[in-house]
């Protein structure tokens, strides 16, 4: 070939190489500016392996008319001749870019897992960190707790200290009150008997005894006992004819003249009548039991004693109770006003203090009494609570720095001690036919 000595095989490859590297520079136009700087050089690899996968994708050509096409017959005669190689080379790089394409993916999802792991470790050491704090604030309140609950048990035992002490002083009065109506007994069995119009009377019949003064010390001013009476009043709205047994100074008997009710008053004591006599009160000197035993029936319309009934034997006065329903009229009102026993500061302050007291009587039992001898409607009415200033206070609150147990138990112990000193029951005698007045 007369050419042949022209044929530069170096030029020939050097050309080679240039398109090879033309082919790399256009895959790396595709590879995100990341890998092109070395960002992500493995995905870089893997796409130039991926591009470049099948090595049948090179195209040769030359610029000489003659040798030039030689050049290409030839390279293409031995391209065929290696096609069994370069066709497992191109299986080979194929299987290798996408192994090395699915170690990447499997890469990028382990980064993935691995960045949330992280995330998840972050987001927990936060809530341990917070978990710590809530624990060291619990623990300064379980510290705190426990401090005031050593107060509280202190302040406790020295409440338990002091209903003790209650309790003993409560058995002591307990003891002496017991002593005291034993005696009486013993002087009320020893003494003779006596007669029953001086038993029905409220005070002393004793003329060297001045009764007036001795009320107005030991029970009160009459505008005191007015006060006290003036809620009786309703139970006789409206009636006419009212008896008031043993009326003393007629402080009822006012009342009900300011209410317009017709109204007489019996007392045994001679300057009671002529005190209520002196106010121009309806009074006069008679005995309460023989007084309405000589009534008709059925003709008062209203009957009250304050005062009375603990100055009388108990026969007298279930005697008094029956006279009373024979001699009121249907629907009419019978109150009787007494010291009440469920106060155990009577016995120490006031009910011994009469000469003529003789026995205290339960309300229990004289409701009983009363709705016993045919009274309707039969009510007890606590009056006259003991003042503050000789009460007990009560023990506590209800914030829980007292136990409910205790301040139970002490709130009973106070009534029973500190109550209503007096109480009144009232029934009324019912309507024939019709149901019971209220």
Excluded at 108 to 134: P, S
Excluded at 200 to 222: H, I, K, M, N
Excluded at 232 to 238: A, K, N, T
């Amino acid at each position: 070939m007369a050419d042949g000595d022209d044929i530069d095989v170096e030029r020939v490859m050097s050309e080679i190489r240039e398109r090879v590297r033309s082919r790399r520079s256009a895959v790396a136009e595709t590879i995100p500016s990341a890998a092109r700087t070395g960002g992500d050089g493995v995905a870089a690899d893997v796409a130039s392996l991926e591009m470049n996968a099948n090595v049948y994708d090179l195209a040769f050509r030359s610029h000489r008319p003659l040798l030039g096409r030689f050049l290409v017959r030839a390279f293409e005669f031995f391209r065929r001749l290696l096609t069994p190689v370069l066709t497992r080379q191109s299986a080979y790089n194929a299987a290798n870019a996408r192994i090395l394409a699915a170690f990447r993916a499997a890469g990028r999802e382990d980064r993935q897992a691995l960045e949330a792991t992280r995330t998840d470790v972050q987001t927990l050491a936060a809530r341990i960190a917070a978990l710590e704090g809530t624990y060291e604030e619990l623990r300064a309140l379980a510290a705190r707790e426990r401090q005031a609950l050593r107060g509280e048990a202190d302040e406790a035992r020295g409440i338990h200290v002091q209903l003790r002490d209650a309790t003993q002083e409560l058995r002591r009065w307990q003891t002496q009150a017991r002593e005291v109506l034993q005696a009486a007994d013993d002087v009320r069995v020893a003494l003779p008997a006596v007669p029953a119009a001086v038993l029905v009377s409220p005070r002393p019949a004793d003329a060297a005894l001045d009764t007036l003064a001795f009320e107005e010390r030991f029970r009160g001013s009459e505008q005191d006992v007015k006060e006290r009476q003036r809620g009786y009043v309703e139970y006789f709205r409206g009636a006419e004819n009212v008896l008031d047994l043993g009326c003393g100074r007629g402080e009822f008997l006012e009342l009900l003249r300011e209410a317009a009710i017709g109204a007489r008053g019996i007392d045994l004591h001679p300057a009671a009548v002529a005190h209520c006599r002196g106010k121009g009160l309806d009074v006069e000197r008679r005995d309460a039991l023989d007084h309405l035993a000589a009534l008709p029936d059925d003709s008062l319309g209203g009957i009250f004693a304050a005062q009375v009934i603990e100055h009388l034997e108990p026969s007298r006065v279930i005697d008094l109770v029956a006279l009373a329903h024979r001699k009121l009229r249907p629907g009419a009102a019978l109150l009787l006003e007494t010291p009440n026993p469920e106060c155990l500061a009577i016995f120490a302050r006031s009910f011994f203090v009469d000469f003529s007291h003789v026995r205290p009587l339960h309300p229990a039992a004289m409701q009983f009494l009363l709705e016993s001898r045919g009274f309707a409607s039969v009510d007890v009415e606590l009056s006259a609570p003991v003042e503050e200033g000789v009460s007990v206070a009560a023990l506590g609150g209800d914030d829980g720095s007292t136990p409910a147990e205790l301040r139970r138990a002490v709130a009973s112990l106070v009534r029973l001690v500190y109550g209503h000193q007096d109480y009144a029951v009232v029934g009324r005698k019912p309507i024939s036919g019709a149901a019971s007045t209220p």
